[in-house]
């Protein structure tokens, strides 16, 4: 094994410890698995130490596999940050980006527009994580996450990609059963849909007020499309945005609950470490993603006045 044919080893096996099993990273890397399994087997030959305790269907790292799994990870990143050093030099948008955002946004609205932008930017790969966890984006190395409000962290960057009202809404089916809440004092004695990023108080404002009224159900997911289905089942009434459902409300599959009452506003934004956005791939798919979300954002349709400043630092 040549030093490069060791360094690549090196990376393959930091990726397969950060995947979590072989097949994984091979989809990843774009090899198989046999290949995957080749390189690991020829990296412990050269070391003389085993890397990995594997089983049938998982494996775990030995003593000498941890701390050298550090090393690997530490060229792996460096690897990755020359790459993106090169390519913020060029002007038009190449090379690989890497987003992550929730299963239900990401199918229904991000996965969409990153189909166009490459359809417009070629030369721009993508490399997409749909998961409802909140992802290390600097830990990962990942460009871009799209999430509701701003993260927390004064690593990262964020701007506000679209906002939107959110309403409750019950189906039709429900209405005809259980009727529709005539007032906030009614909405505790429903049945909800309860999704765990909605608090189990709602805050809602009404003409005579704001105040924090406490709702339960039998149902309770943690995914917004696993609720959006629910709802359309029946099983309650739930808070979901409003550009998501608003074509069902105008068909009257879906009913809004209490329209002069309003609850807080959801607001969407691109999350970022500082830095990326010098790099033409990932300026440009964050100018496309709010040029695309231009319709169903109310800060910018004259009800709400939104930030729409990138930050470039």
């Excluded at 004064?154 to 259980?178: C, G, M």
């Excluded at 917004?224 to 089942?233: E, S, V």
């Excluded at 830095?275 to 798919?285: C, D, E, M, N, P």
Aim: glycine share 8%; proline share 4%.
């Amino acid at each position: 094994m040549s030093a490069l044919d060791e360094v690549r080893a090196m990376m393959i096996f930091a990726r397969v410890v950060d995947e979590g099993g072989f097949s994984a990273a091979a989809r990843k890397m774009g090899l198989s698995r046999a290949a995957i399994s080749h390189q690991i087997r020829q990296l412990e030959t050269r070391l003389g130490v085993p890397l990995l305790r594997r089983s049938t269907r998982s494996f775990s790292l030995t003593d000498a596999g941890a701390r050298y799994y550090d090393s690997c990870r530490t060229i792996s990143l460096e690897a990755e940050a020359a790459r993106k050093r090169v390519e913020e030099l060029r002007d038009d948008p190449v090379g690989k980006i890497s987003l992550t955002c929730s299963v239900h946004l990401g199918t229904l609205r991000i996965v969409p527009i990153l189909d166009r932008f490459r359809q417009t930017y070629p030369g721009v790969s993508i490399d997409v994580h749909l998961s409802d966890e909140v992802v290390d984006l600097i830990g990962r190395g990942i460009d871009i996450a799209v999430r509701s409000g701003p993260l927390k962290n004064s690593e990262l960057k964020n701007f506000k990609l679209y906002q939107t009202h959110r309403i409750i809404a019950a189906s039709e089916s429900y209405v005809s059963t259980f009727g529709l809440p005539e007032s906030r004092d009614d909405l505790s004695e429903h049945e909800w849909v309860m999704y765990s990023r909605v608090p189990e108080t709602l805050t809602l404002q009404c003409a005579d007020g704001t105040r924090n009224i406490r709702v339960s159900g039998s149902v309770r997911v943690d995914n917004a499309t696993a609720r959006l289905q629910f709802l359309r089942g029946g099983h309650g009434l739930a808070v979901v945005p409003l550009c998501d459902v608003q074509q069902e409300i105008d068909n009257g599959d879906l009913i809004r609950v209490l329209p002069d009452c309003k609850l807080p506003d959801l607001e969407i934004y691109a999350v970022y470490p500082g830095g990326v956005t010098r790099s033409a791939k990932v300026q440009s798919l964050l100018d496309y993603m709010r040029r695309e979300m231009r319709e169903i954002d109310i800060s910018r349709n004259g009800q709400v006045q939104g930030d729409s400043h990138i930050d470039h630092s």
